[in-house]
């Protein structure tokens, strides 16, 4: 065989050709290339399309609940009437909706151990730019700085020791001033252990944790209204 | 004033009793709510973050898509609340009446993130070719990288609604051929309709080198 047919192209590409002609091209270095080609093509059109006009799962919910202004809601119709995948998920969530709440003592630990997926894509990690000036996070009478950084953002951290605990004053400052509104506002959420603590991150890029015990394990994230997400985790002490 | 703390401490007593199974009809948690949301008062979100974060995990691990999802459920949780906060933050929070619609908001909100990520793994699993390789040799270019510009191309070299439809079945919604003839059933008779389509499809919008550049594939 010189080239694959068109048919044969689309049926590899669908798994549906038979073992025969899987064994030719996997012989066959020309046959091969061939294939590559054609599945590059195929890998791209789904990357770049799948989902693409679908609304948003929070447009979805709001359709759901009869949130959205008349407008939108025809919009969202039309989308449905020809996209199973988003009448797929509509129907998911009235199902979820209507599962009962809260069974009285249902376990709070995770029904699975499965590992996780590395990377989380939504999910920046801030990582130390320079060591701290003083290493200790927890339990020292002194202040502390820190500095982490992610692509084109970086936060200052202070870590202030009292009688009364800790008070962690944070700012996120971008790279680009014409990205600094896409943080303000942002939600900052400090996870230690079983507690959490939130504040908002002001126009400035500031927030502050007051009387705060730290622990061995801290997380912090900030997500801004996109859902984009910055973290640093502390695991040791 | 109100006292959030002393409200705060109302809601926690609310909530905890809610999750035993005992309902409750006081106000407090949906003025705890008010105060969070709409006066945007951070020390009340401060303890409705807290006090609901147990509820929300809850509805993380009963969601059908969590387990397959492969993401820990703090990340879920998180994303969940604050898909919540900014969703509702001084807006629309005079829309609610009732305790029980706030909750209802809040568990969509869990609901949107999984399927947010879950669509994003979809995704991928959907690109994901045999020969990790043959991934290398495309050339990303991010502002070439739109699905309109693509899809407008696709339009052009697929006149007829019907070939439009199946190209965006089979690449915008992933449908399976046996998915497609069951959703247009007036277009298609069987699968092997579908597949001696695509084949032509497929080879059209290889052949197509304006595509190839919007989809940043070189020929070879
Ligand atoms: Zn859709």
Known sequence: MKNLSDQQISALIDGTADAALKAQVAANAHLQAQLDAAQRVEAALH????????????????YQLQRLPAAQREALARHLAHCRRCRDEVALLADFLATDDAPPRLALESPRGLPLLPPRWDEMVLRPSMAP????WRGADDDSSYVFEAPGLTLFLEDHHNEEGHRIEGQLVTEETSDQPRWSGALVELRQDESVRTAPLDEFGEFT?????LSDSVTLRITNRDG???VWSRDSG | MTDISA???????EQSRYAEGINVHS???FDLFRHALQEQNSAAFNAIYRTYEPQVRRWVYQHSHYPA??????????????????????????RFEHISQVMQYLKLCVHSAIMQYWRKTQSRRMHQVDDE???LNVAVSPNLLTPLAAWERIATLLPEARDQRLAHAAFAQGLKPSEIVEEFPDDWEDVQQIYSKLYRIRRVLRDDEELRTILSVSER
Not at chain 1, 209 to 213: P, S, V
Not at chain 2, 7 to 12: G, H, S, V
């Open chain 1, 133 to 136: 000036y003083d290493s200790a």
């Open chain 2, 133 to 135: 390789s043959s991934l």
């Open chain 1, 47 to 62: 990357r770049l399309l799948y989902r693409w006009d679908c609304p948003t799962p929070d447009a979805l919910g709001e």
């Open chain 1, 228 to 230: 984009e997400t910055l």
């Open chain 1, 209 to 213: 944790f007051d009387n705060l015990a």
């Open chain 2, 7 to 13: 409200l705060a401490a109302r809601c926690a007593e």
């Open chain 2, 27 to 29: 106000h407090d948690c």
């Open chain 2, 69 to 94: 999802a492969q993401e820990e459920a703090d990340h879920f949780v998180q994303q969940s609340l604050t898909k919540f906060y900014f969703a509702l933050r001084g807006r629309d929070f005079d």
